[in-house]
């Protein structure tokens, strides 16, 4: 039987050991964690549950074909709520602005800013929906395997002036300034500066305003173990607690992979949803493909960090809604402290996540959960000691989560923690800390990332951020489509 090895178990890799496995390919998942889901890992602590991974989940029928491959019901596995606002965006003037797919609500929220955008806003929904439908429907589950194939998708970019930045977009349909942070933000949520990043991930609001934004009950570490349990019950093998430390190869092909333990597992396929550096540096120093391409990626931009602070505390809190995001009192400013200098400013916006006022059980009775996240330039640009910063930065963050929503925070706190860029590279083997992997600019994007397949080890494949078509649930997920049907046409031909 035809048998593939998949290394890593995020969204990415989970989604394409599915695929494969649907496709009647004996797929084994390797993962270094004791617990699967990558970035989306959990702890439980005092009582919590604190996700770690991506909060925010679009576009679910992207999600539920995993099952339907099979004739299952995802949700006989996980139950999805709908978020209800999306976000309720917060400037420190006070200004508050809820963004939803609700046409007359959302219309109510922009005239308070400034009554003239609302036919800005219009047209700039109208130009979101056609880039998603090039960007996102065309090419966000087609693998770039050539230049050639780059030139084909480059009049439909060139139209909707990809090499402009979101914000930049953005600008020229609205005018309020808040309004404007509010439609550009979400490139933030892929590793993305607003300011650079490609106009075309302007189709995130498309895609919210169309599916909108869901909640796994009990958290995202509900929805790993819904595809887990999809990924076993089609006979699938997921192999926790004992890290790859070697792809081996045999001239331009891999024959299997060697773990820590010394477990040893020879196949007919290889796929790779570690971080791109880690696969191709360390799990592929002894070839010299991956010491080439290690030493290209060097050269590229990575995505910044995130500095997380964990949080559970005595109450609930049903006037804080499940998202929000608390802008600094810089936007451009803050974002090239981040991208550019690689300082750690004194000011800071954050993104809260409160799943309790959408599912309580996630903390004992008459408590809540949350978390509060910072942008951080990566380790390249920032080199300090976490060890000695991040309880002067966790403190920093609670006292402004204190200041702006609950005033007696500290006295309220059960228990607390937080993760920083050295854990994203210690526990994740992420490059630099990196959070999302490659930046999501124009010139590495679509042919220019890392491609689903190699170019030289022929039954060596990628999927996940560091790959086409990027970072964020619907970006693995749709990278695994794409790194499934070549791995399907290849091993079945």
Known sequence: MTSAVVIGSGFGGLALAIRLQAAGIQTTIIEARDKPGGRAYYWERDGFIFDGGPTV??????????????????????????????????????????????????????????PDDVAGYAKFVDYSAGVYEEGYVKLGTTAFLDFASMIRAAPALARYQAWRSVYSMVSSFVQNE????????????????????????????????????????????????????????????????DAVDRIETQGERTTGIVTRSGHRIECDAVATNADIMHSYRDLLGHHPRGQKAAASLRRKKFSPSLFVVHF???????????????????????????????????????????????????????????????????????????????????????????????????????????????????????????????????????????????????????????????????GVVGSARATAELMIEDLQN
């Open 57 to 114: 989940i679009t576009d679910p029928p992207c999600l539920k074909q995993l099952w339907a491959l099979t004739g299952h019901d995802m949700a006989d596995d996980v139950e999805l709520l709908p978020v209800m606002p999306f976000y309720r965006l917060n400037w420190a003037d006070g200004t508050s602005f809820d963004y939803s797919n609700d046409d007359a609500r959302l219309r109510a929220e922009i005239e308070k800013l400034n």
């Open 312 to 474: 559970g505390i005595k109450g609930s809190w049903p006037g804080i809604p499940h998202h929000m995001v608390l802008f600094g009192p810089r936007y451009k400013g803050l974002l090239d402290d981040i991208y550019t200098h690689g300082v750690l400013p004194q000011d800071f916006s954050l993104y809260l996540h409160h799943p309790t006022v959408s599912d309580p059980s996630m903390a004992p009775e008459g408590c809540s959960t949350f978390y509060a996240l910072a942008p951080v330039a990566h380790q390249g640009k920032l080199p300090i000691d976490w060890e000695e910063m991040g309880p002067v930065l966790e403190k920093r963050i609670l006292d402004e989560v204190g200041r702006r929503l609950i005033p007696d925070i500290h006295d309220r706190i059960v228990t607390k923690f937080h993760y920083t860029p050295a854990d994203f590279s210690g526990d994740l083997n992420a490059h630099l800390g990196s959070a999302f992997s490659l930046e999501p600019i124009l010139h590495q994007s679509a042919w220019f990332r890392v491609h689903n397949r190699d170019d030289r080890l022929s039954n060596l494949y990628f999927v996940g951020a560091g790959t086409h078509p990027g970072a964020g649930i619907p």
């Open 178 to 241: 808040k309004l404007r942070e509010a439609l550009s933000f979400h490139t933030l949520l892929v590793g993305g500066n607003p300011m650079t990043t490609s106009a075309i991930y302007a189709l995130i609001h498309k895609l919210e305003k169309d599916g909108g934004v869901w909640f796994a009950k009990g958290g995202t570490n509900r929805l790993v173990a819904a595809m887990v349990k999809q990924f076993e019950r089609i006979g699938g093998t997921i192999r926790l607690g």
